[in-house]
């Protein structure tokens, strides 16, 4: 039987101790596709200031629309799918070589950065399939070994270097000969630094939960190196945000949400955003600058800075195929800052360190 259109039928059978309880279902309308259903759902129900799956400004290259996924599924899609996405998973957050379990990587921090950021995009009724795809995506072109990375070859490679044009590099050429991603995932990929404008709300999500994600895990993270202890935090920002860590990004994303709601502005209140700056200032303070998180930072700028310059020397040895036309400088910063920490640190002992000479005993 039918119920305003939906169609209802039984579950199957139940299984830890559950009831069997109705499932709804929604039918296709006669003629459509599941995309097209899917963007009439966005229609109905996202806010005005929502960017509409069907209404993308699109792809660099056309393509012939899926008939399951909207433009921005397959996008996200396309980016969990992608060898740049996997390598995240051995590439510095903060810690360089740590030596727990627990410590965040890029791809944890990316993934935090997704489930905060669609929590918020669906607390104000966004396009979560954009949210999601910006977030996964956004992180794409950091370095190894976190900033110190970065930093090394912002001053040696000619016209610097920043992992946000970098990730927007990886989508639009470096992987798999560009992934060709809609505009609006683009713009925020680009465009997801603090001292950016994204061009959408969507995009404005990312932004905040980023710094949402890596204030608060940063701390945790520190918190367990042993480098600070959750009292030595300023009282000014708990009493705020909250004591823990689950308090504080529920109090942030409340906010968020709470603040932004049917607005074209997605930010924090005045009173948030000044505590998340307090813990924010306390990182750079306590953390980020002269800690035992630092302590082997020169050594992974040495290494960052000598395979680049070996690079650029012997572009031969680049093992990519997406960069060939490229200048041997350019296709040297792009190798570099695709390696893992791990990666990174094998292709230094294979061109610095001498192989081992081993004589049989007679």
């Known amino acids: 039987m039918s119920r305003g259109g939906w169609s209802t039928f039984s579950g199957g059978k ?3 101790g559950e009831t069997p309880g109705k499932v709804l279902a929604a ?18 129900t996202l806010s005005p200031f929502a960017v509409l799956s069907s209404k993308s400004k699109g792809r660099l290259r056309e393509e012939k629309p899926c008939p399951v996924r909207t433009c921005f599924q397959r996008d996200r899609d396309r980016i969990i799918h992608s060898k740049a996405f996997r390598r995240l998973k051995d590439k510095t957050q903060v810690f360089l070589a740590p030596e727990a379990d627990h410590f965040r990587t890029r791809l944890t921090h990316t993934l935090e950065v997704s489930q905060i950021a669609r929590t918020i995009a669906r607390g104000l009724r966004l396009n979560e399939d954009l949210t999601e795809a910006i977030a ?25 270097f920043r992992h946000n044009e970098q990730s927007l590099r990886v989508v639009d050429v470096l992987e798999r000969g560009g ?6 995932v683009r713009d925020g990929i680009l465009n997801h630094p603090w001292r950016c404008r994204p061009s959408t709300l969507e995009g404005r999500c990312v932004q905040v939960s980023d710094r949402i994600a890596y204030v608060n895990h940063d701390i945790d993270d520190a918190i367990r190196a042993g480098i600070i202890k959750n ?10 945000l909250g004591r823990t860590h689950a308090e504080r990004i529920n109090t942030l994303v409340t906010d968020v949400i709470e603040n932004s709601f049917l607005k074209e502005e997605v930010g924090f209140t005045e009173d948030c955003l000044r505590a998340l700056n307090l813990l924010r200032n306390f990182l750079f303070e306590r953390v980020y600058i002269g800690s035992i998180a630092k302590r082997e ?4 700028k040495g290494i960052v800075e000598a395979l680049y310059s070996h690079y650029c020397s012997h572009p031969e040895e680049i093992l990519m195929e997406s960069n060939k036309g490229d200048e041997p400088s350019r296709r040297a910063c792009d190798y ?17 360190v001498p192989r081992s000479w081993i004589f049989e005993e007679p």
């Open 136 to 160: 996964l995506g956004h992180d794409l072109g950091h370095t190894p070994f976190g900033h110190a990375g970065e930093e090394v070859l912002d001053r040696v490679h000619p016209g610097g």
């Open 336 to 352: 570099v800052a695709g390696m893992t920490d791990r990666y990174a640190i094998t292709q230094y002992k294979k061109v610095f």
């Open 14 to 16: 139940a299984s830890l």
């Open 179 to 184: 992934l060709n991603l809609t505009w609006e």
């Open 27 to 44: 039918p296709l309308a006669e003629g459509k596709t599941v995309r097209e259903r899917t963007e009439e759902i966005e229609e109905m």
């Open 297 to 300: 930072e020169d050594k992974a």
């Open 231 to 240: 009292e030595d935090l300023p009282e000014e920002a708990l009493e705020i």
